[in-house]
């Protein structure tokens, strides 16, 4: 799965990688010592200047860049593994049991509701943070709120 990280068009790109898109997959591969710490990291990441605030449109890239990590490289992945499985299952292949196939088609049909949903997510988000420059307490707690 981090092949489908790293190798994904919004990450590398004929030879360079997106630094703030590794460094995303850093901190999410990362274990963090307590909620503080994990924030802290995080938000050097949106806003590496450390300024107080961050205006709405880096608050909007953050958000995009999150939904792509999360649904859309996980979606290409597994939509891949599940033409295979179909692929094994017309050649009368026994690779994959049928608990697996079953499982991967789930995990395909979430991905793609939640793509569907996920630019109307953001907006909302948006939405709730205002216009104004938001502070780091604000992104994250209304981030947590909104997507519970």
């Known amino acids: 799965m981090q092949h489908a990280y790293f190798q994904h068009k919004s990450h590398f790109d004929t030879g360079r990688y997106n630094s703030r898109k590794i460094l995303y997959l850093g901190f999410l591969f990362t274990k963090h010592q307590s909620r503080t710490e994990q924030e802290d990291a995080l938000w050097g990441i949106i806003n590496p200047k450390i300024?107080?605030?961050?205006?709405?449109?880096?608050?909007?890239?953050?958000?995009?860049?999150?939904?792509?990590?999360?649904?859309?490289?996980?979606?290409?992945?597994?939509?891949?593994?599940?033409?295979?499985?179909?692929a094994y299952e017309e050649a009368k292949s026994d690779l994959f049991n049928a608990g697996e196939k079953k499982r991967l088609i789930e995990v395909v049909a979430y991905?793609?509701?939640?793509?569907?949903?996920?630019?109307?997510?953001?907006?909302?988000?948006?939405?709730?943070?205002?216009?104004?420059?938001?502070?780091?307490?604000?992104?994250f707690k209304t981030a947590v709120s909104k997507l519970r």
């Not at 205006?55 to 939509?79: C, G, N, Y």
């Not at 939640?114 to 907006?123: A, F």
């Open 111 to 139: 991905l793609k509701e939640c793509e569907v949903k996920k630019d109307k997510k953001i907006k909302g988000l948006l939405t709730a943070l205002g216009q104004t420059s938001i502070h780091k307490t604000k992104l």
């Open 51 to 86: 300024k107080p605030t961050i205006e709405q449109v880096e608050a909007e890239r953050f958000f995009k860049d999150m939904a792509t990590l999360a649904i859309d490289v996980p979606l290409k992945h597994w939509s891949k593994k599940l033409k295979e499985v179909m």
